[in-house]
């Protein structure tokens, strides 16, 4: 069993920065890959980006390429999103998603929301 705790996620205007920060239970060394997804008012959960835990590799989706990076902390247990030059596209809640011997844990959400 994996718990995950997502926080972070405020009100900030566009062109502003966030960091995310995600909380996990165990060691991140027996997680296989970790994900951010995120989900706006109205429409379907998408994929953010992906983060190897050991080998901490990385990669995005087109719509945060450049903009969003993410990583991981293996002594503090937790991964992070650091996001950029917001958008008000970016407005969602942000969830944390772990890998583990074939069974996903997600994280409860933490709110960003981008004003114009």
């Known amino acids: 069993q994996v718990q995950l705790v997502e926080s972070g996620g405020d009100l900030v205007q566009a062109g502003g920065s966030l960091r995310l920060t995600c909380e996990v239970s165990?060691?991140?060394?027996?997680?296989?890959?970790m994900y951010w997804y995120r989900q706006a008012p109205g429409k379907e959960r998408e994929w953010v980006a992906t983060?190897?835990?050991?080998?901490?590799?990385?990669n995005y989706a087109e719509s945060v390429e450049g903009r969003f990076t993410v990583s991981r902390d293996l002594t503090e247990k937790k991964m992070y999103l650091q996001m950029n030059n917001l958008k008000p596209a970016d407005t969602a809640v942000y969830y944390c998603k772990a890998f583990q011997l074939g069974t996903e844990y997600w994280g409860q959400g933490t709110q960003v929301t981008v004003s114009a």
């Open positions: 983060i190897s835990p050991i080998g901490g590799n990385s």
């Open positions: 165990r060691n991140l060394h027996s997680i296989h890959a």
